[in-house]
């Protein structure tokens, strides 16, 4: 397994913009589809963006296409997630995740996961 470290979570205003990260160690991070989820107070663990592990192909939730955008650095064994224009429905604990299967939105396709970061986006 790899293990996962998030940063850049914060409390930012409505429209602004947050570039989280996630460094990797462990097992060989290029070997590893990454993705980021973000879990809501009272809510399930909700898929956000996935990149294969080339960062070749990206995927994203719909509620996020157009302003968000996962990217990797295999060098530096770290996957970003760069967020713009956001809301305050986007408000919740972003994790990162690595697994095998690339492009899935599923938890349970990713085997290990980081401790999260808060974001908060007011109004």
């Known amino acids: 397994q790899v293990q996962l470290v998030e940063s850049g979570g914060g409390l930012v205003q409505a429209g602004g913009s947050l570039r989280l990260s996630c460094a990797a160690s462990g097992r060989a991070f290029s070997n590893y589809a990454m993705g980021w989820f973000r879990q809501a107070p009272g809510k399930g663990r909700d898929f956000v963006a996935s990149?294969?592990?080339?960062?070749?192909?990206?995927y994203y939730a719909d509620s996020v296409k157009g302003r968000f955008t996962i990217s990797r650095d295999n060098a530096k064994n770290t996957v970003y997630l760069q967020m713009n224009s956001l809301k305050p429905e986007d408000t919740a604990v972003y994790y990162c995740?690595?697994?095998?299967?690339?492009?899935?939105?599923?938890?349970?396709?990713?085997?290990?996961w980081g401790q999260g970061t808060q974001v908060t986006v007011s109004s």
């Open positions: 990149i294969s592990r080339s960062g070749g192909p990206t």
């Open positions: 995740a690595a697994g095998k299967l690339a492009g899935s939105n599923r938890y349970y396709d990713y085997d290990s």
